[in-house]
């Protein structure tokens, strides 16, 4: 059973990078078929795809927050990571680790349980 | 982007009610359109995936239609399990967009 975990730090800075990790286990992150997403969601709000990478290494980024993500994986530590930078309050939210899957038309078969982010000085 | 609204908001039905939530997508998306399910504290899960075919494990009474920009997520025979937020997502470009979501809460 593949599950997912997420994390860092609960508190970040305002202007300052966060910086989330999302664990994979029971399954291999390299496994074909799959991508590996961040989705974020401010409290009492709707659900924000931030973006997404394959195995390979290729990414999609929402545009909205495009000039401030990066997403990165490391396939020896069966992780894939989120970095957001010059974050406001706007950024608070519970962060998302999930995967995708082709087989089940791209939808997000598996999530992490969520990490609460506060971007506060 | 792909907008996707949801309608209603919230609503509000008796256990065994036969209860329908509709999304409809600013564009054509063919079916790729996925829907879920989100209790409090908790992660979304995946119940329906490309339109109408159900995620494993979810009950049957969970069904989903459609087809290019307006779909439908029904529950047949309203638990109380189902309290929850429910929400679409169009996969059928990036950047993938959810619905608004719609509130379930048993009367």
């Known amino acids: 059973q593949v599950q997912l975990q997420e994390s860092g730090p609960g508190l970040v800075k305002p202007s300052q990078t966060l910086s989330l990790t999302c664990t994979v286990s029971?399954?291999?992150?390299?496994?074909?078929?799959?991508?590996w997403s961040w989705i974020r969601q401010p409290a009492g709000k709707g659900l924000e795809w931030i973006g997404r990478?394959?195995?390979?290494?290729?990414?999609n980024y929402n545009p909205s927050l495009q000039s401030r993500v990066t997403i990165s994986i490391d396939t020896s530590k069966n992780q894939f990571s989120l970095k957001l930078s010059s974050v406001t309050a706007a950024d608070t939210a519970v962060y998302y680790c999930?995967?995708?899957?082709?087989?089940?038309?791209?939808?997000?078969?598996?999530w992490g349980q969520g990490t609460m982010v506060t971007a506060s000085s | 982007d792909i907008q996707m609204t949801q309608s209603p908001s919230s609503l509000s039905a008796s256990v065994g009610d036969r209860v329908t939530i509709t999304c409809r997508a600013s564009?054509?998306?063919?079916?790729?359109l996925n829907w879920y399910q989100q209790k409090p504290g908790k992660a979304p899960k995946v119940l329906i995936y490309?339109?109408?075919s159900l995620q494993s494990g979810v009950p049957s009474r969970f069904s989903g239609s459609g087809s290019g920009t307006d779909f439908t997520l029904t529950i047949n025979s309203l638990q109380p399990e189902d309290v929850a937020t429910y929400y679409c997502?169009?996969?059928?470009?990036?950047?993938?967009?959810f619905g608004q979501g719609t509130r379930l809460e048993i009367e």
């Open positions: 999930a995967r995708g899957s082709a087989a089940v038309n791209y939808a997000f078969e598996i």
């Open positions: 029971g399954g291999s992150i390299s496994s074909g078929g799959y991508y």
């Open positions: 990478i394959y195995t390979s290494g290729s990414t």
């Open positions: 564009q054509t998306i063919s079916n790729y």
């Open positions: 490309a339109t109408s």
């Open positions: 997502q169009q996969s059928h470009v990036t950047p993938y967009t």
